[in-house]
C-alpha cells in the first residue's frame, strides 16, 4: 500500500524534474540559439569593422598620398605664384618703363615740332639770304671778272715796264725794291731809339724782271757805317756775285719760292743785347746774287727816355 501511494508522488516529482529539464534544456538551448545568432551577428559586425578598417587604411593611404601630392602641388603653386609675382613685377617695371618712354617721346615730338617750326623760320630766312647771296655772287663774278681783266692789262702794263727797264740798265743794276725798316719795343710799338730797340723787321719786293727761279734761300746781313756786323750773327754765307765772291754775315735766313713772284719777303730779328746808336745797313743776297740794300738810322736817348 505504501508503495501505491509512493509512486504518484514520485511520478510528481519525476514529471516536475522532467518539466523542470524541458524547461531548462529549451531555457538552455533557447539562449543558445539566442547567443549563436548574437555570436553571429558579432562575427559578422567584426567582419564589417574589419572590412570598414581595411577601407579606412586604404583610405587613409590614399589620403596620405593625396596630402602628399597636395603638398607637392603646394609647393609647385607657390613657386609658380612666385614666379607670376616676379613677372608681374616685371611687367609693371616694363609698363613703367614703356610710360616713361612714352611721355619722353612726347615730350621729344613736341620739341621735335617746335624746332621744326623755328627750323622752317630758319629755312626760310635762310633761302631769302641764300637768293641775296647768288645776286651777290653774281655781282661779285662780274667784279671779279672786272678786276681780272684790269689785272690782266695791269699785268701787261708791267710786261712793258719790265721790257722797257731791260733795255735801260743791265740786270746786274736791278735789286728789290719799297724796302721797309721797321723798329719796336718790347710793347710792340714802333721806335727809332737804339735803346729801345727789342725787334727789327725788314721787308722788300722781289720784281718778277729779276728772272729768280725755285725754292732758295735768301740772306739778311746787317752791318754798321764801318761794314762789321750791327750784332753777333748766327753763321757767315759766301756769296758769289759777277765779280767778286763776297763772305757776309748773316742775321736771319728765310726760304723764298721764287716761282711766285713778284712777292714780299720779311725777316725778323731780335737783338741779344742793346744796340749802339748809329746809321745801319740791310742787306739781302741769295747765294748767287745780291738783291739790294736800305740804310736806316737809330738815335740816341736823352737821360731816362
Same mark, same amino acid.
Given at each position: 500500500m505504501e508503495t501505491t501511494e509512493r509512486n504518484p508522488t514520485t511520478l510528481a516529482w519525476v514529471l516536475a524534474a522532467l518539466i523542470g529539464v524541458g524547461l531548462a534544456g529549451?531555457?538552455?538551448?533557447?539562449?543558445?540559439?539566442?547567443?549563436?545568432?548574437?555570436?553571429?551577428?558579432?562575427?559578422?559586425?567584426?567582419?564589417s569593422l574589419l572590412s570598414v578598417k581595411f577601407q579606412l587604411e586604404s583610405d587613409k593611404r590614399d589620403l596620405k598620398t593625396q596630402l602628399e601630392t597636395a603638398a607637392d602641388d603646394k609647393d609647385y603653386l607657390t613657386k609658380?605664384?612666385?614666379?607670376?609675382?616676379?613677372?608681374?613685377?616685371?611687367?609693371?617695371?616694363?609698363?613703367?618703363?614703356l610710360r616713361q618712354m612714352t611721355t619722353? /617721346?612726347?615730350?621729344?615730338?613736341?620739341?621735335? !615740332?617746335?624746332?621744326?617750326? =623755328? @627750323?622752317? &623760320?630758319?629755312?626760310?630766312s635762310l633761302e631769302n639770304q641764300m637768293v641775296a647771296m647768288y645776286d651777290k655772287i653774281n655781282w661779285q663774278s662780274q667784279s671779279?671778272?672786272?678786276?681780272?681783266?684790269? /689785272?690782266?692789262?695791269?699785268?701787261?702794263?708791267? !710786261?712793258?715796264?719790265?721790257? =722797257? @727797264?731791260? &733795255?735801260?740798265?743791265?740786270?746786274?743794276?736791278?735789286?728789290?725794291?719799297?724796302?721797309?725798316?721797321?723798329?719796336?719795343?718790347?710793347?710792340?710799338?714802333?721806335?727809332?731809339?737804339?735803346k729801345k730797340a727789342n725787334t727789327l723787321t725788314i721787308s722788300l719786293n722781289i720784281p718778277s724782271v729779276l728772272k729768280l727761279e725755285g725754292m732758295q734761300e735768301v740772306y739778311l746781313?746787317?752791318?754798321?757805317?764801318?761794314?762789321?756786323?750791327?750784332?753777333?750773327?748766327?753763321?757767315?754765307?759766301?756769296?758769289?756775285?759777277?765779280?767778286?765772291?763776297?763772305?757776309?754775315?748773316?742775321?736771319?735766313?728765310?726760304?723764298?719760292n721764287f716761282a711766285r713772284n713778284p712777292q714780299r719777303v720779311f725777316f725778323t730779328v731780335s737783338p741779344e743785347r742793346a744796340i749802339k746808336p748809329g746809321i745801319y745797313r740791310a742787306s739781302v743776297f741769295t747765294k748767287d746774287a745780291y738783291l739790294g740794300a736800305v740804310e736806316f738810322r737809330l738815335r740816341d736817348s736823352f737821360w731816362f727816355f
Open positions: 529549451g531555457l538552455y538551448w533557447h539562449n543558445n540559439r539566442t547567443l549563436t545568432n548574437h555570436y553571429n551577428q558579432a562575427e559578422q559586425r567584426a567582419d609658380r605664384i612666385d614666379n607670376l609675382h616676379e613677372q608681374l613685377a616685371q611687367r609693371n617695371q616694363v609698363v613703367n618703363t619722353d /617721346q612726347s615730350r621729344t615730338i613736341r620739341n621735335l !615740332n617746335q624746332n621744326f617750326g =623755328r @627750323l622752317s &623760320t630758319v629755312r626760310d671779279n671778272a672786272l678786276l681780272l681783266k684790269q /689785272q690782266k692789262e695791269q699785268q701787261q702794263q708791267q !710786261n712793258l715796264m719790265d721790257a =722797257r @727797264l731791260l &733795255t735801260m740798265a743791265p740786270r746786274s743794276a736791278i735789286t728789290g725794291d719799297a724796302f721797309l725798316v721797321e723798329v719796336s719795343k718790347s710793347n710792340k710799338k714802333m721806335t727809332a731809339k737804339a746781313s746787317l752791318t754798321d757805317d764801318q761794314q762789321k756786323p750791327m750784332m753777333p750773327a748766327l753763321h757767315t754765307a759766301t756769296v758769289t756775285l759777277p765779280d767778286v765772291n763776297e763772305v757776309i754775315p748773316v742775321h736771319a735766313t728765310q726760304a723764298v
